[in-house]
């Protein structure tokens, strides 16, 4: 009986507890999605009358690393509200292609409430909603591409902590003010003529051409351009004539624009296009380094598969120099430190192990196989050796030598008998 009370209270302990972690977790998970803008953005905002609820946008350059704020004021036009140094973000310059290559994304997005993500494991975050219309035009693929907090990025714009509570919350209020989706500018760099002019020889600079077109009609008209997409490129502030619609993939319809806007865009582009040639035979600083198209996307994807299946791989991806030539960023060698890391790092060893049992037996194997063919050769040589002391003739021994052959034949001791003879014979014996 007693053990039957002592767990029922374990049971109601545990469950009392749990109940309390779960309330502790809704608690701060409200309190970082729920802060407040500091004192002096909201004084700021005052002064450029900004409502507390206005609409907002947000711009991102890569080369820079800066993610701007930007909020609508009375007037209905946009001004700068907040820039925050980037903490983190990874690849190249250049737009991202296919999951897995760590670019992170270039082009016209918007975010909706439904992506504000209070339970981030990096703080807070808001997915940036790649891919976009533009993308899966172009059949490019990824998923979770997002601006959070916790300073780390594999793909993604990165913040710290601090700096992701105020982009959030300018987001939250505008979506409370009813803004239903605010839109995210992301380019590689800040697009100056000088800027443009540096990465004239770039492979991207096509497409970073057609972002300009973007950036420059937000720059005439501080209100963020409306974004299509026809015949896989992107188009702005366009009006598409009578019932017709734009397909991402198809014929651009009859459209047009307002006559205020097209004068006003050929008017900054005359200007542009000057300054443009001016750099032409002036020293620039040197370009950044840039994604070399979807080849060089595919190899760090494949760098990022083997990666996260823990195989040992350089510590940084791979790149891919213009001339298509591979060069590895690093010779140091790792794995990550996940499960499946140290998962990979035990087959590795297990594998290891047995390649040197395998080895040390074929090699025992060959010292067996080669000592038994020794044994072979020198029995064999044996054999031929008696063969060939068999089949030679047999040498006549010399003839035996006896005394009476010795005297008759003179020699030493028969001359020396003559000479007595002939001695005695003198005397007459």
Known sequence: MISKFTRIGLLAAAVALAGCTESALESAVGAKANKQLPERIVTQMKAKGMPKSSPVMARVFKEEGKLEIWKQKSNGRYDLIASYDICKWSGQLGPKFIEGDRQAPEGFYTVGPGQLNPRSSYHLAFNMGYPNAYDRAHGRTGSNLMVHGGCSSSGCYS?????????????RDAFSGGQREFQIQAFPFRMTPENMARYRNDPNYAFWSMLKEGYDHFEITKV???????????????????????SPTGMCPPMSQPDTLISAYQSQKTSFDAAFASYSDKPLPAPRDSIAGIAEAKLVADWTKRRS????????????????????STERMGRIDSPAGRRQAALDAAAAEKKRIEDEKAAAAAQARAEKEAEKIAAAQAKLQAEQAAAAPVAAPP???????????????GSVRKRVGSIGNLFGG
């Not at 913040?159 to 992701?164: A, C, G, H, K, N």
């Not at 963020?224 to 734009?246: H, I, L, M, T, W």
């Open 224 to 246: 963020p351009p409306k974004v299509d997409v026809c015949e896989k490129r992107y188009v702005f502030n366009q009006v598409p004539e009578g019932s017709a619609a734009f």
């Open 399 to 413: 003839p035996a030598v006896t005394v009476e052959d010795s005297n008759a034949g003179g020699g030493l001791f």
């Open 159 to 171: 913040m710290t902590d601090e700096q992701v509570e105020e982009i959030y919350a300018f987001a």
């Open 309 to 328: 299946r823990g195989e040992r791989v350089p510590l940084d991806p791979p790149a891919m120099l213009g001339d298509g030539a591979i060069v590895a």
